[in-house]
């Protein structure tokens, strides 16, 4: 299973449920008991406790993100939930399947813990669109995305698909909506999206990636190629944000799945 830090999750969940009209299917306003499984620093719990009268658990394997949680907190594996059968009446994760090696896994005991409805957010991150004032970045990135995809191992497009998961588990009602994340970058700047586009002046960010690359089908030098002209977008964006002309966005189409056991 894939990790990430509480800074990545914070930021690249930031602001996705202005609009929960796309949670609609879960119910909220009737549900009792909940489960956020994979957590992480709970920006979807906070979400779905704002929404609901309901008890909101958060489970996550790494203490470290369950510190940042205020409410009830469990340390436990999505594989192995330490829960008895139909504790919950709405078990749900976020963007949890598409870093499971075993996906399928997980939707069967999210079944057994819930005593009625299941749901899954998940992204596909193949569809993913990028709009910039700098010519390169959206060239840059889909390349960049098209050999990570190829190499990492696990299914990051799932996206509408988790609905043949949770059919294959025996759900029945299964339905599907689709939520697209749109991030913005415009002037003024905040913080973080100022530290961004120093990371990419550095090329660190997509040196962290470079594993899943090469097993993507780059070559060292083809990889190192684009390192360079992705340093080089990175100084274009500092420029344009030094006179506040850059300006980015960026959609993630996100798949709502709801299915009941």
């Known amino acids: ?44 719990t906070s979400v779905l406790d704002a929404a609901s ?12 993100l369950l510190a940042h949680l205020t409410g009830p907190a469990v340390r ?3 594989l192995a939930l330490p829960f008895a059968d139909a504790t919950f009446d709405l078990v749900v994760c976020q963007a949890l399947l598409i870093n499971l090696p075993d996906p399928t896994a997980a939707v ?4 057994r ?25 959206t060239r840059l990135a889909t390349t960049a995305r098209k050999h990570y995809l190829t190499g990492v191992n696990t299914d990051v497009t799932l996206g509408a698909a988790a ?13 599907t909506v689709r939520y697209d994340h749109v991030r913005t970058v ?16 550095l090329g ?24 360079e002209a992705w340093r080089e977008m990175g100084r274009d964006a500092i420029t344009q944000m030094q006179d506040e002309t850059y300006e980015k966005s960026e959609t993630v189409p996100f798949y709502v799945t709801v299915g009941r056991v």
Do not use: Q
């Not at 069967?108 to 079944?111: A, K, Q, S, V, W």
């Open 1 to 44: 299973m894939r990790r990430f830090g509480a800074e990545y999750l914070r930021e690249t969940r930031r602001g996705m449920w202005e609009d929960t009209t796309a949670l609609a299917g879960l119910d909220l306003p009737n549900r009792r008991h909940v489960l956020d499984v994979g957590c992480g620093t709970g920006e979807l």
């Open 53 to 64: 009268p309901a008890e909101v658990v958060g489970v996550d394997r790494d203490p470290d």
């Open 76 to 78: 436990g594996d999505a």
């Open 108 to 111: 069967h005991e999210f079944g």
């Open 113 to 137: 813990v819930s005593s009625d409805l299941v749901a899954a957010i998940e992204p596909d991150n193949g569809a993913v669109t990028i709009e910039s004032t700098v010519d390169s970045e």
């Open 163 to 175: 609905a043949d998961l949770f059919r294959e588990a025996g759900f029945s009602d299964v339905s």
């Open 186 to 201: 415009s002037p003024p700047y905040d913080p973080h999206e100022l530290e961004d586009a120093k990371r990419k002046a």
């Open 204 to 227: 660190s960010g997509l040196s962290k990636n470079r594993e899943e690359m090469l097993a993507g089908g780059l070559t060292p030098d083809a990889f190192e190629a684009l390192r």
